[in-house]
């Protein structure tokens, strides 16, 4: 388990509460060009953490964390968000940095969601947030967001929102919120 690190618990914890108080919005955004079922999967999710406190170091807790993405969120962001948290876990264990288990996580969506940046999903808000990792917490919560909000001018080419066609533009793809609401909330939190 080796040393258990309190730090990434915590940011954890505020990553999973800010999921929770994004469920209504991520619902709502999920009905517009999905299913509507985004803010409840990661809700699931969240939960799962909450419900089952346990310690370790960082990459113990972010393969935790991959295991109850695949038992309790499910669907296309529960298979995607188990591979990038295994990746990160993976990198850290390989001695990496938290740029680096970062920039893991992005290559391991990306492989497993056949995406890239630019095809209106989450990682339009991850990718470039992993990119600005050394310009340090502000530049990586702002490329967050401006990936995140140029979702809203685009056609998206994965996911259920790719079924609309030009019918999805104008709105903003729900998983790349949801990236940008998680993570300000774990930047924002953050002793500087
Ligand atoms: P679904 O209900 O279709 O199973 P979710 O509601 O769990 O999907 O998640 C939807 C989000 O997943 C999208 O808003 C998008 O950000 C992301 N997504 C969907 N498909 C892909 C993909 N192939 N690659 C990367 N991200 C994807
Ligand atoms: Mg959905
Ligand atoms: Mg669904």
Redesign the pocket.
Known sequence: LGHPDARVRAAIDVACQAVLDSETELTHL?QQ???G??GQ?LARGAYGWFDDPIEGDASHLLRHLSWIARRD?G????A?YAMGLLRAAESLERGGDWGEALAAAVDG??G????APG?G???DALAPAATAWADGPAAVVDAARRGAEATVGAVAR????SYLGERAVGYP????IAVVRWLEAVVTAQPT
């Open positions: 999920d060009v999905g299913d079922d985004l999967a969120v669907g296309t962001s529960g995607l969506v990306a497993l969601g056949a995406a095809d999903t989450m990682l994965r996911g259920r929102a793809d729900p998983g790349a």
